[in-house]
């Protein structure tokens, strides 16, 4: 089959949702020619940034070139269908969205069978689509302000009610993450599969060479307890504070703190938190690093300190567990099913727990040992080959479906038009992605 894949405009400070996506098309870039499919990437970008990637499996459209050359094409059909679907839904608020899925179903149906989104968005449920899932936290918990806050809950809820029951397969990373979807959206077992998130290969991989550059570079002492987190209350970077705190008092412990990780609204009440809690010289905010220091920073940690309250997937454990760094997590539900006994799972809610778990690699080297080898273990089992496999598998699968019809395709014949259509398109309401694709053509 030929399968569409959308690339988002992800970039590295976005942290695991930019890590996942590009562990994912680089593994099917380099796997996709045993799949037996074609895979199409679409992107507005004008020139793909991963070129080197393409080969005779992977074909590459820019979106804006795409949607240019179709509105100077068939503006007549195009407009028409739209003033149709706008007929239909009753609701001219709706015409950005209308449009570009009228736009997007005229390019996608001609040209692919199913579409797979390797990140949880959907452009269009009007084509086949396999739909990834992470979370769904604003059910499981929307006390937290960044799920429920300036209409999150709202757009989360009304975004996943409809693209997860329309996807012919969603993709998660856990039997956790199934029984949230089934609980919650009464979506069928048999069309939610579970890939297990794939340890990132440039942690794999990662070259053994002299980094102990990186406690200069940022001025930070050895054996910190370590937390790449964005800034988001549900990251519960608190937990951590409060534990440290509590080893310093009860037991004398001194254990250094570094955070990584841009900031997303809560960074300044942290700070004051680590100030209150007397905590300034033992906790350093490093901010957004590049992937380059991220691995001498897992290398030289003490542990990693994932104190997150969402799950039930999370990339963190897997890069230290690749990179020799022993985990303490919190047991979210799925977290034993995704880091088994590899780590010292601990209720992110106690922070004397948390902070016997991390006394307990203090007191016991051959503990913390163990949980490095099993680590090791645990991240070489899944890769990013594993998972696309596995994705080929259930694409092979459905094609016994989707032969049942013919190719989509909103125009069967394309014929030029010397129609004005930039002044066309601005009269259509004003609509400001509209008005963009005026001026693009124009």
């Known amino acids: 089959m030929r399968v569409g894949i959308f690339l988002s405009n992800f970039t590295p400070q976005i942290g695991g949702g930019f890590t996942f996506e590009n562990e994912v098309f680089r593994a099917i870039a380099e796997f996709g020619g045993t799949s037996g499919h074609t895979f199409i990437v679409y992107s507005w970008d004008k020139k793909l940034s991963q070129a080197p990637l393409l080969g005779q499996h992977i074909e590459y459209r820019s979106l804006h070139h795409s949607v240019k050359k179709l509105l100077l094409s068939q503006p007549l059909k ?23 899925d009228v736009i997007l179903v005229a390019i996608l149906g001609k040209e692919v069978d199913l579409v797979w989104y390797l990140e949880p968005s959907t452009r269009t449920v ?12 604003h059910r499981v918990q929307p006390c937290f302000p960044e799920l429920s806050t300036q209409g999150q809950w709202d757009e989360r809820e009304q975004f996943y009610a409809k693209v997860l029951r329309c996807a012919s397969i969603i993709v998660t990373g856990t039997e956790a993450g199934r029984a949230e979807v089934e609980r919650f959206y009464q979506v069928p077992s048999d069309r939610i599969k579970i890939l297990p998130f794939p340890t990132p290969e440039w942690a794999l991989n990662a070259p053994h060479n002299d980094d102990r550059y990186i406690l200069e570079k940022y001025n930070i002492p050895e054996n910190y307890l370590f937390y790449p987190a964005q800034f988001w209350a549900h990251k519960n970077h608190v937990a951590l ?29 942290i700070q004051q938190v680590v100030a209150d809690l007397d905590l300034s010289s033992q906790v350093h905010f490093l901010g957004f690093v590049p992937q380059a220091d991220i691995v001498p920073l897992y290398r030289h940690a003490f542990a990693l300190a994932f104190m997150s309250f969402c799950g039930p997937d999370n990339i963190p454990p897997l890069e230290a567990f690749a990179l020799g760094c022993p985990v303490v997590a919190a047991n979210v539900s799925g977290a034993l099913e995704q880091l088994g006994n590899a780590a010292l799972l601990v209720d992110q809610r ?21 949980l490095v080898q099993r680590g090791l273990v645990r991240a070489a089992k899944w890769t990013g080959q594993d998972y696309v496999k596995a994705g080929f598998e259930m694409i092979t699968e459905f094609e016994s479906l989707r032969r049942c019809w013919s190719q989509y395709g909103l125009v069967k014949s394309a014929r030029s038009s010397n129609i004005p259509l930039a ?6 309401g004003g609509s400001s992605y509209l008005n963009c694709i005026a001026v693009g053509v124009a």
Request: proline share 4%; no cysteine; charged share 25%.
């Open 126 to 137: 009007e084509i086949p689509y396999i739909t990834t899932l992470w979370d769904l936290q």
């Open 350 to 370: 106690d922070e004397r727990q948390v902070a016997l778990a991390i006394k307990s690699l203090y007191d016991d080297p051959i503990l913390r040992q163990t």
């Open 78 to 100: 195009l407009i028409k269908e739209l003033f149709k679907r706008l007929r239909q839904s009753k609701n001219l608020l709706e015409l950005n969205s209308v449009f570009k």
């Open 241 to 269: 504070l409060m534990a440290v705190k509590w080893l310093r008092s009860q037991y004398n412990l001194i254990f250094p703190v570094v955070f990584v990780g841009s900031e997303k609204g809560n960074k300044q009440y």
């Open 423 to 428: 002044p066309l398109l601005r009269g259509l």
